[in-house]
């Protein structure tokens, strides 16, 4: 049985809270589709050690400030997830949990979402469907020679893990630094942080808050017409957290280039040098999850959907929320997704 709608939000993460949110105050029916069986979006699935880069009060989604998590300035994932679950109760917003959206069609001047539990037709779709679901690892000789564990930012949890072994951490942003840092300060694991270039740490004193601040002053500056500010990137590509900052310190977080390939037992460097390996955490990155949008055939360069703010140049009936500058600035953070959730909300509300 098809089920009608104004919206259907795909992703019941914090993006697609936040356009719950923004939707029920412009008085619009809709539903959130969430594949995760539970509340929290992708935090219900990061490592135990991570935190927040910007404290609680800077990290909240409309409406509700997140509060304060005891004994901790910055929050950690579980205090998140927490603090998402009571959004959800709190706002009755209507999230269907374990119910994965396969598909978005044209229907006759609606959008048909297909997903596992039924179809919806709605006037418009909101897609919050972020990047945790598909990991990124990059096109390296040897990766299937290797014979030891290989695995994702996403599978990562704690140094426990890898007690006593030899572990070789890829990534220069942060969730590489960050787990090179969480397994170095553990003092029984012998790592090697590799990079593709030098790590920029930012300042010390620059957090999650500094950086909403010039992502938005360089999205203003590129409305407005003036020259690229150059923004996040301009300032380093690594917030020095406490445990990061306290590896670094120590001399325990120092870049080794990028490796050649992979060996059966470990890594070959370009000058020849060999290095053992029980096991390679890619924090690699991620990529936009967009296959349930396929069949409106509207890829763009990079992969990406191009965009107006959020709505899909090539389908007005469909927005984009939470992928990360391109769909608004700071958008794939919780502070900064309240404003594109909120002019998306508008530009529907006029639409439908």
Partial sequence: MTQHTDVVVVGGGQAGLAAGYHLRRQGLDFVILDADTAPGGSWQHMWDSLHLFSPAEHSSLPGRLMPAQPGETYPDARHVVDYLTDYEKRYDLPVQHGTRVDAVRRD????LVEAETGTWRARAVISATGSWSRPFVPAIRGRSV???RQLHTVHYRSPADFAGQHVIVVGGG??????AADLAL???IDVMWVTRRPPRFLPDDIDGRDLFDVATARRRALDAGRSDTGGVASLGDIVAVPPVRAARDAGLLTAKPMF???TATGVRCADGSHTEADAVIWATGFRPVLAHLAPLNLRGARGHIPTAGTRALGEPRLHLLGYGDWTGPA???LIGVGRPARDAAREIAGLV
């Fill in 108 to 111: 006759a001047g609606r959008l």
């Fill in 146 to 148: 290797f014979t030891g």
């Fill in 174 to 179: 942060n969730s590489g630094a960050q787990i």
């Fill in 186 to 188: 553990d003092g029984n």
């Fill in 260 to 262: 050649d390939r992979l």
């Fill in 331 to 333: 958008s794939a953070t």
